[in-house]
């Protein structure tokens, strides 16, 4: 489990940190999906973007307008579902599909499941 912050988009001021976790995470996932092939082991890499969480409540941005870099986008932040974020279940059934038989022969593949958010960052 990653995210698109470090994979996919790189505008989340004062993240840094996270977001270079996330991105170490899909290049775990990549390595180790190369040394388990042999074994006949899957290893993918979900990258939720906005997800009704908590993560929110147990993360301080402090100071920003010191490192703040202006830019413009395009209105709306998660283009398919007009601005709501996704729910739990939605990168649960992300996991299910990966799991099953269905996705058999898909390995060391980031998956982006974000509602196009991470395309307009």
């Not at 992300?94 to 898909?106: T, Y």
Request: hydrophobic residues 35%; aromatic residues 4%.
């Amino acid at each position: 489990m990653s995210s698109i912050n470090g994979t996919r988009t790189f505008t989340n001021e004062g993240a840094s940190a996270y977001a270079s976790s996330k991105a170490g995470q899909l290049a775990f996932g990549k390595m180790l999906a190369m040394e388990l092939a042999p074994s006949k082991i899957r290893v993918n890499v979900i990258c939720p973007g906005g997800i009704h969480s908590n993560i929110h409540e147990k993360t301080e941005r402090e100071n920003l307008d010191k490192i703040e870099t202006p830019t413009e986008y395009p209105e709306g932040p998660i283009p398919l579902t007009q601005g709501e974020m996704g729910d739990p279940e939605d990168v649960a059934a992300m996991a299910v599909f990966l799991l099953s038989d269905l996705a058999s022969h898909i390995t060391g593949t980031p998956v982006w499941i974000d509602g196009a958010q991470s395309l307009l960052q």
